[in-house]
C-alpha cells in the first residue's frame, strides 16, 4: 500500500477520523512527509478539546504517539508547537508520549 495523503478536506473533521478509526486501517501509516494521520490532525486545528476529544479514540485504537515525521518531530512537539491546551499535552504525556 502506498502512502497517503492525509491532508484533504476531511483532516478537520472530527466525525471524519471517527469514522476512519473503525476501517481497521493502519493508524501509523504516513504521508509523504513522514507525518501519520494523528500528526495532521494535531497540525489541522487549533481547538484543544477537539483534539482531547479524538486523542482518547486514537490511543484506543493503537497509534504510535513517538513516531517520527520527516523532521523528525514526535506527535508531543507537534502539539506544542500548535500551541495546544497543557491538558492536551498532559494527557499525550500520561500515554507515553516522548519528545
Do not use: C, P, W
Request: hydrophobic share 35%.
Amino acid at each position: 500500500m502506498g502512502k497517503k495523503d492525509h491532508r484533504d478536506g476531511t483532516s478537520s473533521n472530527t466525525e471524519a477520523f471517527r469514522a476512519f478509526l473503525k476501517t481497521g486501517e493502519d493508524l501509523n501509516e504516513t504521508d509523504e512527509n513522514g507525518n501519520s494521520l494523528f500528526a495532521n490532525f494535531i497540525f489541522s486545528t487549533k481547538s484543544s478539546s477537539r483534539v482531547a476529544d479524538v486523542l482518547s479514540a486514537f490511543i484506543e485504537a493503537g497509534v504510535d504517539l513517538n513516531s517520527k515525521n520527516k523532521a523528525g518531530k514526535t506527535i508531543l512537539q507537534l502539539a506544542k508547537e500548535q500551541k495546544l491546551e497543557d491538558d492536551v499535552i498532559q494527557l499525550l504525556q500520561e500515554h507515553g508520549a516522548k519528545e
